[in-house]
């Protein structure tokens, strides 16, 4: 089911690594259905627990269009890398994966890769991570397919007006704090040319499914 708020008809659709995390903890903080826990208990899988991820339902999304629906999107460039600043990097994903660890396929598989072999081992390591594949399956698989149905799409860049447009709709006041951030940079031209040949294709399947709102670099 999508996350809906049903005391504000709001209702919206995650997309990983689109700033979903803020903005579950945002929502959570409206919800009169959801008791927050202490501060000190809080983690970022705290909000993914009160609103799982799930995917794009056509008839489900229907059900909510007496709602204020919305999602927010991301550069397809800047949330394929975060994936690896993110979850390889900074949270070890790969060191958590039972696949990647004790069936022989993988074994060939660096659990500390740097970017350029992970990106040319990418379809490998969803095969054998599921919290990889779930952070790079394409937004189409959370938001639908074109063209969107929602009242409004946002940009992550757009979080503030975002926040704004919450407190407006339901007369309380909304705090977009920034959760789980990467803590490294990583941009296209870190990559070598035959790395993002490697990745080109799901890419420009990306920016053609988003492209009312960004632009392809990789033209």
């Given amino acids: 089911m999508a996350i809906a708020i049903p005391a504000y008809k709001i209702a919206y659709m995650a997309v990983p690594k689109a700033g979903c995390s803020s ?6 903080h409206l919800d009169p259905g959801v008791t927050i826990p202490p501060e000190d208990e809080i983690t970022v899988m705290t909000w993914h627990a009160i609103y799982p991820t799930v995917r794009y339902r056509r008839r489900a999304w229907h059900n909510l269009s007496d709602h204020w629906r919305f999602t927010v999107v991301r550069d397809p460039v800047r949330r394929m890398l975060s994936v690896y600043t993110n979850r390889v990097v ?5 060191h958590m ?4 660890r004790d069936r022989p396929e993988f074994a060939h598989l660096s659990r500390d890769p740097d970017p350029d072999y992970f990106f040319q081992h990418l379809p490998e390591y969803m095969k054998g991570s599921s ?17 969107l149905q929602y009242d409004r799409v946002y940009k992550t860049e757009e979080m503030g007006q975002l926040a704004r447009d919450l407190s407006d709709r ?6 977009m704090r920034r959760e789980n951030p990467s803590e490294m940079k990583l941009t296209l031209d870190d ?4 790395t993002i040949d ?16 960004f632009e392809n670099p990789l033209k």
Wanted: charge should be positive; glycine fraction near 6%; proline fraction near 9%.
């Fill in 90 to 94: 900074q949270l070890r994903d790969l």
């Fill in 23 to 28: 903005v579950k903890a945002a929502l959570a």
């Fill in 97 to 100: 994966s039972r696949k990647l």
């Fill in 170 to 175: 339901t007369g309380q006041p909304v705090e």
């Fill in 198 to 213: 490697a990745i080109r294709p799901l890419l420009e399947m990306e920016y053609r499914h988003l492209s009312e709102y």
């Fill in 191 to 194: 990559l070598a040319p035959q």
């Fill in 131 to 147: 919290v990889i594949k779930h952070h790079c399956l394409g937004t189409k698989l959370f938001i639908g397919p074109r063209p």
